[in-house]
């Protein structure tokens, strides 16, 4: 049961409540609770619904920068052996 209450506890606060407010007075409560949970949530869905109209444009991920030093790593282009080689070679040939 709920909030560790049994039933015999239950239905003593049921009997006191019915004491207190009567047999015609509980419906139009819970039907005004019922009312305000309603308006609550129409609410909550408006002001989402305009926070998400507000929200600025995500940007793609391919324009984000890397924010850690693998990330720019597995970016980079990766470059040909053949390149490489060529690159090696015209770093060994004497400049005149």
Known sequence: MPFGMGYGELL???VVVLLLFGAKRIPEMAQGLGKGIKEFRTAMRDVKDEI???AP???PQNNIHPTT???AVAQQPANPP???AQKEQKSETPQQ
């Open 57 to 59: 444009p995500e940007t």
């Open 69 to 71: 030093p693998s990330e």
């Open 12 to 14: 003593l606060i049921l």
């Open 82 to 84: 053949q390149e490489k």
């Open 52 to 54: 998400d109209l507000n």
